[in-house]
């Protein structure tokens, strides 16, 4: 692989100043040098290639036969360079071209996915790929130009971005209360009088720990429980159908307690929050299509 060469372009705009002027003074002008400083960078560069490129009067300018075959070659060159930057920059700046995210499936389906849809709206030129996934992975070797997890983040070369805090509460549907009763703290979880849904993390395959807060106080508690899942979105949807208590994000429940299928118990313990995090490679030039999306989900939580 060759090595670039910076003095490739050296003196180039000069060049093309100074067949625009048809002067070195007007490309002086041009370029806000000095017309000595304009004969240098000439000579320089005329140096360099092993010819002469300008013949000069003292009432003209013009390209020699061997510069104008030089200009006519590198000037399209040039063009597109300069096309090609402006299209790389526009794309820091501008909401457009594919977005692919790594995202959290709870996440994707309880908050994500049902809220969408003014953000595609608002971004029509943005193509948007999610992939559901229960790990991270390698975020850059897989292509991904973002993830979004619950969970505290690991030690990693990514940027870890916290977007929000969502509580931690109990929940029971009331069918769930009308068979086994409502308990009235969370230590009642401990007794066989109820069920809980148990949720073993598929990452760790640990279950996961039920801990209640209330102001700086914690208490753990073991609950009882017959039915457990490694699938986030399967506790849901068993709390819903009544199946036991179990421990849900507050964010993404409002229409479920709005309508009556979700009750919350022990309203005093709910102070435990959980992070979302966003992740990408480099906080440097961040494109514009990241930011876009990141300022969206941080809006999901904004009262």
Not at 8 to 26: I, T
Not at 104 to 129: I, K
Not at 147 to 152: D, V, Y
């Amino acid at each position: 692989m060759n090595t670039p060469n910076t003095q490739l372009l050296e003196g180039l705009d000069v060049l093309q100043a100074v067949v625009d002027a048809r002067s070195f003074g007007g490309a002086a002008d041009l370029l806000g040098m000095s017309q000595p400083g304009v004969s240098r960078a000439v000579a320089r560069l005329e140096k360099r290639l092993g010819i002469r490129l300008f013949d000069r009067t003292t009432r003209s300018v013009r390209l020699t036969d061997e510069g104008l075959r030089y200009y006519d070659q590198v000037m399209p060159l040039m063009a597109a360079l300069a096309e090609a930057t402006a299209d790389a920059c526009e794309g820091v700046r501008r909401i457009q071209g594919r977005l692919r995210v790594n995202v959290d499936p709870l996440f994707a389906r309880t908050v994500l996915g049902p809220r969408l849809g003014p953000f595609m709206d608002q971004y029509p030129e943005l193509e948007l790929e999610l992939r559901v996934r229960e790990d991270l992975g390698d975020l850059v070797a897989e292509g991904f130009d973002l993830a979004l997890r619950f969970g505290h983040p690991q030690p990693s070369s990514l940027v870890a971005r916290k977007l929000f805090d969502t509580r931690v509460l109990a929940m029971a549907a009331p069918a769930y209360l009308a068979r086994f009763g409502q308990p009235q703290a969370p230590i009642d979880l401990e007794s066989g009088d109820h069920r809980c849904i148990l949720y073993r993390e598929p990452v760790t395959g640990r279950p996961f720990a039920w801990i209640f807060q209330q102001g700086e106080h914690q208490c753990a508690i073991e609950p009882q429980g017959k039915l457990t899942v490694n699938d986030p979105g399967t506790v849901y949807s068993a709390c819903l159908a009544g199946l036991g208590v179990a421990q849900l994000f507050e964010l993404g429940l409002e229409d479920w307690i709005a309508q009556g299928q979700l009750v919350q118990l022990f309203p005093d313990w709910g102070d435990l929050h959980f992070p979302l995090y966003a992740y990408y490679s480099s906080r440097h030039h961040v494109p514009a299509k990241t930011r876009a999306l990141l300022a969206f989900v941080e809006g999901l939580v904004q009262p």
